[in-house]
């Protein structure tokens, strides 16, 4: 029955980070970079989930962020700082590892257009997190739909360029004369 619970729990999770898909953040031409984002979402999550377990960490916000309140029994020895500051540097150099891997170098086709460039990759990874039609399939070594936490931190890793999206989207309605 526990595992049932935490599996339905997990279930319901899925669900909720569906739910807060933001259709703004869908740019024209994302679907170009779609598969390689659901390459680059898997690995990035089986990084987060090698930080999570190294550090006893059931949460991806605490991995993320780095702050939790009690130590994991393994790490017991050291400080609560220093634990947290260490979680919060492994994080931090795995998203700049991905920012600047799959931001940094434009392709050709795209020189003189790297915003739009940037723009549709930043909207592919937000799409394959949140967007059911897009997401990636559960990988076969979870067997029960609901055996895992979801993790959607991958999609914010381009934050900027995902907060210029909307910026732009939100602009661009406020300029539209309202309707009659």
């Known amino acids: 029955a526990g595992s049932h619970t935490h599996g339905s ?42 930080i999570m ?24 020895r050291r400080s609560l700082h220093d634990v947290q500051l260490k979680v919060r540097q492994e ?3 795995l998203r700049q590892h991905y920012l600047a891997d799959e931001f940094d170098d434009v392709p050709l086709k795209y020189r003189g257009n790297e915003e739009e460039y940037r723009r549709r990759k930043s909207s592919a990874w937000y799409i394959i997190t949140y967007h059911a039609k897009y997401a990636p ?17 991958f999609a914010w890793i381009p934050f900027r360029h995902l907060c210029a999206i909307k910026e732009e989207k939100l602009l661009a309605r406020s300029r539209r004369p309202p309707h009659s």
């Open 91 to 93: 994080a931090t150099r």
């Open 137 to 153: 399939p559960v990988p076969r070594h979870y067997p029960r739909e609901g055996s895992r936490p979801e993790l959607v931190s």
């Open 9 to 50: 729990a997990d279930h319901l999770m899925i669900e909720q980070h569906r739910k807060c898909y933001d259709a703004d953040l869908c740019v024209p031409g994302f679907e170009e970079f779609c598969q390689e984002a659901i390459l680059c979402k898997t690995d990035y999550d089986s990084s987060l989930r090698n």
């Open 53 to 76: 377990k190294k550090y006893q960490l059931r949460k991806e916000e605490e991995a993320v962020g780095g702050f939790f309140v009690k130590l994991p029994r393994s790490q017991r």
